[in-house]
Antibody
Framework: HLQLQESGPGLVKPSETLSLTCAVS??????????WGWIRQSPGKGLEWIGS???????FYRPSLKSRVTISGDTSRNQFSLKVTSVTAADTAVYYC?????????????WGPGILVTVSS | QSDLTQPPSASGTPGQRVTISCSGS????????VHWYQQVPGTAPKLLIY???HRPSGVPDRFSGSKSGILASLAISGLQSEDEATYFC???????????FGGGTKLAVL
């Protein structure tokens, strides 16, 4: 049974770095034909794809966030992480990690419950 | 402003059939496959339809998806009170090289 769980600070100060981790159970981030990603949802707004992590170690980032975002994987712990630097209030959102499944035509098919991150001093 | 366009709201009465539209472009909806999600407040989106018209196991056949050109649709037949939620569409975008989402349609069951 695949499960994803986000963890990290719920409050980050402006200009600092947001760091989140997604722990995965029920699938391997390194041996899988699937890939992994981070998505965020600002209060009362829609969903925004932040970036992707592939089992090869390759990453891909949304162009508008590319200069501030890093996604990395820790295969020994079967988890992947998100870092967003120089945060502002606009980065306040619920952050989700998700698996993008080969068998579901590359749909983000399993999601973590989400973690609310507020950027405020 | 979202990459895919959905009506902000929709409504129906129990038993009715409702349709939610999702408009994109040649780089996403037309060229790729469309997925639909259901989100209840305070929870993560749940995959409802993938690959334009496929249902994951456990999703009732009251939910169906279709696509023509740059327009995709989600249909819900036999509307039930438990269907009250926000529905999002998503598609892979060949220009962004990433999934893009609609702004969501909040469905009210009257």
């Amino acid at each position: 049974h695949l499960q994803l769980q986000e963890s990290g600070p719920g409050l980050v100060k402006p200009s600092e770095t947001l760091s989140l981790t997604c722990a995965v159970s029920g699938d391997s981030i390194s041996g899988s034909t699937n890939y992994w990603g981070w998505i965020r949802q600002s209060p009362g707004k829609g969903l925004e794809w932040i970036g992707s992590f592939f089992s090869s170690g390759n990453t891909f980032y949304r162009p508008s966030l590319k200069s501030r975002v890093t996604i990395s994987g820790d295969t020994s712990r079967n988890q992947f992480s998100l870092k967003v630097t120089s945060v502002t209030a606009a980065d306040t959102a619920v952050y989700y990690c998700a698996r993008v499944g080969h068998s579901s035509h590359w749909a983000p098919d399993h999601w973590g419950p989400g973690i609310l991150v507020t950027v405020s001093s | 402003q979202s990459d895919l366009t959905q009506p902000p709201s929709a409504s129906g009465t129990p038993g009715q059939r409702v349709t939610i539209s999702c408009s994109g472009s040649s780089s996403n909806v037309e060229r790729g496959t469309v997925h639909w999600y259901q989100q209840v407040p305070g929870t993560a989106p749940k995959l409802l339809i993938y690959g334009d018209d496929h249902r994951p196991s456990g999703v009732p056949d009251r939910f169906s998806g279709s696509k023509s050109g740059i327009l995709a649709s989600l249909a819900i037949s036999g509307l039930q009170s438990e269907d009250e939620a926000t529905y999002f569409c998503a598609a892979w975008d060949d220009i962004l090289n990433a999934p893009v989402f609609g702004g969501g349609t909040k469905l009210a069951v009257l």
